[in-house]
């Protein structure tokens, strides 16, 4: 490797918002400073622009921003009709997100275990978690790719539950029903959900969020949620919260936007350098990628065999290489839910997964050969056999 490494070593990150900044800078400058110059920070022109365009890419006639992803769940809970002690099933495999709403509107979370090649629920993981009192499903599209929404769905629609998509991890990501017919990720449920947090798929630089939806009443509603349930100006129709995206992040939003596609590109390039590079790396599992749905690679998210996950951690810190568990522990077994729950059976695949899962480095700036030096690093680590990794 030569010279290059030590180059390397204080370059390469998770996500890289820098060296992708660098490479908008002219169109994210030219936006930030029209937005200032306009002077309307909420509400602005922007917001509607962005949101406007967001749709025609989702194809989808409404989306409504908010404030962050979180607020987007917690918003598309409310609209719905759901009465306290309703039972509303979600991963147990997960960001906390949609599980933390669910308990603080008083709904009781129920978890589903996931599919070990996906990390995702499927409708017989969702079954084995479904009551008579069970009256929606938050389902997440992890890591870039979409869960099996066709069963899903049909599920869904013979229990007579809300399915309600978390698409924080999946914008782009398009979705291939058995019959051939194509939907974009978070555009198949009743509502879909994002986060627009700087380090997901589509994002702003700062916090944002939005809800998407094909009912114009429920568009309405969640509109109505998300401003003070407000009607019409001090016209209070329900207990709503304050959840606005500002005109600067939409701003942001709009050029990131017209990127989008350019960017998943970018991240499944990686992916495939990735799954090339570890093919003869027999002491982990790249990631499955499903039929029926395109992967954008939020995560590139590996599979570590016998307990050397956090030995090939460490081992690759020394080398300046980062990596992340998402995630360290399950839902079920966090202290925060030890009594708003309803407990299942086992969640044995979500508990293992918590166990094994590292997500290497990935983004839409990397360059070739930092890819070939975090191959290189992990293949070396398992050419070892473990035993430098042990006493280094
Ligand atoms: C990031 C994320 C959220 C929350 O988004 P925020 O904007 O941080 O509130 C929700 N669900 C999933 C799956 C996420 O990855």
């Not at 990150?13 to 820098?18: A, E, T």
């Not at 700036?365 to 398992?382: L, S, T």
Request: aromatic share 8%; with cysteine.
């Amino acid at each position: 490797m030569g010279n290059s490494v030590s180059e390397l070593q204080v370059n390469i990150q998770m996500v890289d918002l820098q060296r992708q900044y660098h490479r908008l800078q002219n169109e994210i400058d030219a936006a930030l400073l029209a937005t200032v110059e306009k002077g309307q920070f909420i509400n602005g022109p922007e917001v509607k622009s962005f949101a406007g365009k967001l749709a025609d890419y989702l194809d989808v006639p409404y989306v409504i921003p908010c404030a962050n992803g979180t607020d987007a769940l917690q918003i598309a809970l409310m609209a719905l009709t759901l009465k306290p002690g309703d039972e509303v099933i979600v991963p147990a495999f997960c960001y906390v997100a949609a599980a933390e709403v669910v308990a603080l509107l008083g709904l009781t979370p129920v978890w589903a275990d996931v599919d070990p090649d996906t990390f995702m629920v499927t409708a017989d993981t969702l079954a084995k978690a479904c009551s008579s009192r069970t009256k929606a499903i938050v389902v997440a599209h992890l890591f870039g790719q979409c869960c099996d929404m066709d069963s899903i769905l049909s599920f869904a629609s013979k229990q007579n539950l809300y399915v309600i998509e978390d698409n924080a991890q999946s914008m782009g990501a398009v979705y291939r029903f058995p019959g051939g017919q194509t939907r974009m990720a978070g555009t198949m449920g009743v509502i879909g959900t994002t986060s627009f947090f700087p380090s997901k798929p589509l994002a702003c630089y700062g916090d944002g969020g939005a809800m998407f939806t094909h009912d114009q009443q429920l568009a309405n509603t969640l509109r109505m949620i998300a401003n003070h349930g407000q009607q019409s100006k001090y016209h209070h129709q329900r207990v709503g919260c304050n959840s606005r995206l500002d005109s600067i992040q939409a701003a942001v939003l709009e050029v990131k936007l017209s990127h989008l596609d350019e960017f998943n590109k970018a991240r499944q390039k990686v992916a495939d350098t990735y799954d090339e590079g570890f093919k003869r790396c027999k002491g982990i599992k790249v990631p499955q990628r499903t039929a029926s749905s395109t992967h954008v690679f939020h995560q590139y998210t590996l599979q570590v065999n016998n307990g050397k996950r956090d030995a090939l951690q460490q081992f690759l810190k020394r080398r300046n290489i980062p990596s992340m568990v998402y995630y360290p522990l399950p839902l079920n077994e966090q202290h925060a839910f030890r009594q708003a729950v309803r407990p299942v059976e086992k969640l044995e695949v979500a508990s293992q997964l918590c166990k094994t899962v590292l997500s290497l480095p990935i983004h839409t700036a990397m360059r070739e050969d930092e890819i070939q030096y975090i191959i290189q690093q992990v293949n070396a680590f398992f050419e070892s056999d473990g035993l430098q990794a042990g006493c280094e």
